[in-house]
Nanobody
Framework: QVQLVESGGGAVQPGGSLRLSCAAS????????MSWYRQAPGKERELVAI????????NYEDSVKGRFTISRDDAKNTVYLQMNSLKPDDTAVYYC?????????WGQGTQVTVSS
């Protein structure tokens, strides 16, 4: 049974930090690219960051460059999103996605709220 379970979300003040985790099971994690998406109320889901197999390629959405860092630990079947200098515009539900040429899997999401 494939599972992607996000954790680490919560409420934080502007300028604060959070570290999201996405624990994978039920498939060969190392063979999949991983990404983080987010969806704010009333907006479409948008790509935040991508990390390919073995971390060979990493890319970020422009608004998070320099603030967010994606990483993966294939030994733990987990992908992370370190989020620093958070802004109110970062408020959203954050989802992780695993994908390759055959399959795509989504997690259930974790809420991040940035507010003073």
């Amino acid at each position: 049974q494939v599972q992607l379970v996000e954790s680490g979300g919560g409420a934080v003040q502007p300028g604060g930090s959070l570290r999201l985790s996405c624990a994978a099971s039920g498939f060969t994690f190392s063979l999949y690219a991983m990404s983080w998406y987010r969806q704010a109320p009333g907006k479409e889901r948008e790509l935040v960051a991508i990390i390919t197999r073995a971390g060979l390629l990493i890319n970020y959405e422009d608004s998070v460059k320099g603030r967010f860092t994606i990483s993966r630990d294939d030994a733990k079947n987990t992908v992370y999103l370190q989020m620093n200098s958070l802004k109110p515009d970062d408020t959203a539900v954050y989802y992780c996605k695993a994908y390759n040429s055959i399959n795509t899997y989504w997690g259930q999401g974790t809420q991040v709220t940035v507010s003073s």
